[in-house]
Nanobody, 115 residues
């Protein structure tokens, strides 16, 4: 079992920045990948960025060059630094951890970007 707690969402103007945090607890040594997803109203949940078990990172095309995923192993925390935010980035952002075929989800944090 893994528990994920997100923080850092909020309201920001277009062009601004936010940093999301996701702190994991529980069976964290078994985690294969850590992911950030987002879901806007009426849309499917989409992968924004992730760390694979090898440590490599991947980004959705829509956020490349603007978002950066990083981690602090000592704090069991993964971050999503979001710069140059656009109104279309407005969504609920979810932290996700993979252990084998099982996915664990945080509660989500709202990010709203005003134009």
């Amino acid at each position: 079992q893994v528990q994920l707690v997100e923080s850092g969402g909020g309201l920001v103007q277009a062009g601004g920045s936010l940093r999301l945090s996701c702190t994991a607890s529980g069976s964290i040594v078994s985690i294969n990948a850590m992911n950030w997803f987002r879901q806007a109203p009426g849309n499917d949940r989409e992968l924004v960025a992730n760390f694979t078990i090898s440590g490599s990172t991947n980004y959705a095309d829509s956020v490349k060059g603007r978002f950066t995923i990083s981690k602090d192993n000592a704090k069991n925390t993964v971050y999503l630094q979001m710069n140059s935010l656009k109104p279309e980035d407005t969504a609920v952002y979810y932290c996700n951890a993979e252990i084998g075929m099982i996915h664990y989800w945080g509660q989500g944090t709202q990010v709203t970007v005003s134009s």
